[in-house]
Structure formats: structure tokens, C-alpha cells
């Protein structure tokens, strides 16, 4: 016969560890690889931690259970699982099993064992954080203590997370009493944020809510900004007549108290509070040096930060732009004014020239009626039927009176000599308005 002693994997196969559930059942499953019709084994389950107990004996047909245990356990046969029907707290420790295996066909035996650690966990309730103090904490010089606490549970593991990350241990984070406490000391700006513990076992997993830890600091990197001014360095140049606007800013909790100064050479002038600032730069005759000074008055600690303020140069009036912004609605007016009065001015010479257009296109048109070519004109009748195209013709007589004195016709009236010339009689018609036009 060959004895052969120790575990072998390739006969049994049961899981090293198994977690079980307090008040619930438990099965303790085991794999046999090996034909159990062609065999005789005989075995033993024994509790061994944290006592030594002697569970079952079984053998290939039946099985003798501890007399104070078999209302608890169960074995299956023939694969030898142990069942738990209902777990306690007296439950949890290690269990070994030792079995014989006899192989009549080839006369020999092995000896097999196998060790399994049961434990009985109880299922976590929802932690709950608390914190040391609700007092504000101040950077560099109060300290937090956060704690996470569970009603409910067994064998629970923590987890502290800010902002959803777990948090690593440094010199001012530290995890005590099995890492369910958190103590920051001291608290700095990188510590804001919302912390959260997650608490475990074998059998649950729970998160608490997130609770908001706020630090107050600052002021950090003081800047002032401007929308119309280029900076240069610590130099704003601002165009002549500009309304400037400069912004006081600086990473602080609470936000800070911001106070605008002036300096000189001699002097320093407290200008008014609040982060803006406004300056008329036409009030400006020289550059003029600035400070922001930012204070928390919670922290107590202050920031400043200066820079000169230089007018370009003016191409004309050095106020010309400062009145134009003062004016801006005058110019509108005044262009609207002009553009009314051009308006009208173009209309008027516009119905002037179609009238003169309409004139000489009525003179050059008209043409006289060859039957009236004799009829006397005396002068007095509407002067408006003596326009028209003429010819100096003269009426056959004596070419003497061809040349009559303006005195002979000015007796026009009762003078009938038909050797006056038609240009001479048109000349001495009465002017009318249409005729003074065309001159």
C-alpha cells in the first residue's frame, strides 16, 4: 500500500476563503475529481480556529455529526460538501477537511487535506461624516478632524474620497482608527472641497454624502486688469480724453476689500473702495503712479500692487476727444441739420430748372401762323404771343425809315409806317417775368 500525505489539488478543489452573511445560510462547496464508485474514502470535518471542534465523520454511505451541531450542519453526499443552515458570529474562523482515499484496483491510499476560512459579516448601514468644528477654518492656522461613523455593519473598511478621488496620506493628512478619521492639519486653500467616505466588507458596499469643506484664504496673485488700456509691463497707456476702467482682482475666500491709492512724490491719497476703479485720463497732465491694496478680513492678510498710468500723445487739443465724448449727441444733430438744408436746396434748384427747361422748350417750339404774317401788334396785347423764331425782313418802301429814331418809335401808337422793322417793335414790348428769366 502507498500512502500519500498533503493537499492535491488534482483529487479535491474547494475555495481557501468564503464569506457568509450573518442569520443567512452557508455552503461550504467541494469539487471531488476521482470516481467515488470505484473508491473508499473516509473523512473528517474539523473546526480548527478559534477552537478546535469536531464537526462530522463520513464515510462512502453515511455520515455521524457532532451531536451539539447537527441541527446546524449538513454534509452532502457523496461529493462531502458542508452546508451551514443558519450562520452566528460562532461560526467564523478556519475549518479543515481530511479525507482517505482508497483505490482497491491499483492497492493503494491517499491522504488528502484541505483548509477553508468562513467569515460571518454583518451587512453596513449608510455612514454618516462629522466634523470636529463648524467654526470657519482659517488657512495655515486651524485644523479639521473629519470622522466617518456607521450604525450598522461588521468588519468595515474606509475609503476617504474629496471630489469624487481617493485622498493619499501626506504630512497634513492623516487616517487614524482603522482609517475612519481624517485630521488635516493645518487646512490650506487645496483642501476645499467635497469629502465623502465609503465604508466596505465582503458582503456590502456603502457611500456616505458629500459634505462641502470650505477654507477661507488669500488674497493670492493680485493683478489690475483694464479693458481699454495696454499694459506694458507695470504701465497702462490710455488714449487722450478716454474714461478708463481698472479692475482690482485676486484669488481670496471671502472676496477682499479693495482700496485705490494715488502716490506722488510728496504725497499719497486713499482715491475710494471697491474692486473698479475709474479714471478720466483727460484730468491726467503727467503720468500719475496708482496702487490696488486688497485686504481679508477674515485672514487678516493684505496684497498690493501698483502701476503708472501714461496719456499717449494728442494730435490736436489734448480735451478734444473728452469734449466730443462730453457732446456726442451734437454732431448727430448738426449733420442731420445740413442734410435737411442740402435737401431742400437741391429741390429748389431742381423746380428752378425744370421751370427754364420747360420755358425754352415752349420758346423754341413755337412757330407763328403764316395767315396773321401782316397783323398789326400794337405792343399792348399779351406779350406772350410774340415769341418765337423771327427774320429781319423789311416791308418794300424806303430803306431811310429802316433806321427810325427811338423817338419816332416811341410814338409807336399812332405811327403807321410799315417800313419799321419787326425787331425794333419787339424790342419796345413791355418786359414780362418769363422774359427777365431768360436774360
Same mark, same amino acid.
Given at each position: ?5 498533503g493537499?492535491?489539488?488534482?483529487l ?6 468564503v ?35 469536531? !464537526?462530522? /465523520?463520513?464515510?462512502?454511505?453515511? =455520515?455521524?455529526?457532532?451531536? +451539539?451541531?447537527? %441541527?446546524t450542519?449538513?454534509?452532502? *453526499? ?45 451587512? !453596513?448601514? /449608510?455612514?454618516?461624516?462629522?466634523? =470636529?468644528?463648524?467654526?470657519? +477654518?482659517?488657512? %495655515?492656522?486651524?485644523?479639521?478632524? *473629519? ?17 469624487g ?53 488669500g ?39 479693495c482700496?485705490?491709492?494715488s ?14 476703479f ?50 456726442a ?29 420747360y ?49 419816332s ?6 405811327v ?9 417793335v ?14
Open positions: 500500500m502507498v500512502l500519500i500525505s493537499t492535491n489539488t488534482e479535491i478543489r474547494v475555495k481557501p476563503i464569506h457568509g452573511t450573518k442569520g443567512e445560510p452557508l455552503h461550504l462547496p467541494v469539487e471531488i475529481d476521482f470516481g467515488v464508485t470505484g473508491v473508499q474514502f473516509q473523512g473528517t470535518w474539523y473546526q480548527t480556529s478559534p477552537r478546535l471542534t469536531h !464537526l462530522v /465523520t463520513f464515510d462512502n454511505n453515511r =455520515s455521524i455529526p457532532n451531536l +451539539l451541531l447537527k %441541527d450542519l449538513v454534509l452532502s *453526499l457523496p461529493n462531502i460538501s458542508l452546508s451551514f443552515k443558519r450562520l452566528d458570529e460562532s461560526a467564523e474562523g478556519d475549518y479543515q477537511l481530511s479525507i482517505n482515499i482508497f483505490f482497491p484496483g491499483q492497492n493503494k491510499s491517499v491522504t488528502v487535506t484541505k483548509t477553508i476560512s468562513i467569515t460571518v459579516n454583518v451587512p !453596513l448601514s /449608510t455612514p454618516i461624516i462629522e466634523k =470636529s468644528s463648524e467654526a470657519p +477654518l482659517v488657512e %495655515d492656522n486651524d485644523n479639521v478632524t *473629519l470622522t466617518c461613523t456607521v450604525e450598522d455593519g461588521s468588519k468595515a473598511k474606509y475609503q476617504w474620497l474629496k471630489n478621488q481617493p485622498v493619499r496620506p501626506s504630512e497634513r493628512h492623516l487616517f487614524l482608527q482603522n482609517n475612519s478619521t481624517l485630521l488635516i492639519h493645518p487646512v490650506k486653500k487645496e483642501d476645499m472641497g467635497r469629502y465623502s467616505c465609503v465604508v466596505k466588507n465582503p458582503i456590502s458596499l456603502s457611500h456616505s454624502r458629500a459634505m462641502d469643506l470650505s477654507v477661507f484664504y488674497p493670492y496673485n493680485l493683478e489690475v486688469n483694464s479693458n481699454q488700456g495696454q499694459k506694458i509691463g507695470e504701465v497702462f497707456t490710455v488714449d487722450p480724453g478716454e474714461l478708463v476702467f481698472f479692475d482690482c482682482l485676486a484669488d481670496s475666500n471671502p472676496p477682499n476689500t482700496v485705490w491709492i502716490r506722488t512724490n510728496n504725497s499719497t491719497e486713499v482715491l475710494m473702495t471697491g474692486p473698479r475709474e479714471v478720466p485720463s483727460h484730468k491726467l497732465a503727467q503720468p500719475t503712479k496708482f496702487l490696488c491694496r486688497a485686504f481679508n478680513n477674515v485672514t487678516q492678510k493684505q496684497d498690493e500692487t501698483h502701476f503708472t498710468l501714461v496719456v499717449a500723445a494728442s494730435r490736436g487739443n489734448g480735451r478734444e476727444k473728452h469734449v466730443q465724448g462730453e457732446s449727441v451734437s454732431p448727430l444733430v448738426i449733420i442731420t441739420i445740413t442734410s435737411m438744408l442740402i435737401i431742400m436746396c437741391m429741390f429748389r434748384i431742381f423746380t428752378l430748372f425744370w421751370r427754364s427747361y420755358h425754352l422748350l415752349w420758346l423754341f417750339s413755337y412757330r407763328p401762323n403764316p395767315d396773321q404774317k401782316g397783323l398789326h401788334r400794337s405792343g399792348h396785347e399779351d406779350a406772350t404771343e410774340d415769341f418765337g423764331i423771327y427774320e429781319f425782313v423789311t416791308i418794300p418802301g424806303k430803306m431811310e425809315s429802316a433806321q427810325a429814331s427811338s423817338r418809335l416811341a410814338r409807336l401808337d399812332s403807321r409806317d410799315l417800313h419799321t422793322t419787326i425787331y425794333d419787339i424790342r419796345h414790348v413791355p418786359e414780362t417775368p418769363t422774359l427777365s428769366l431768360l436774360k
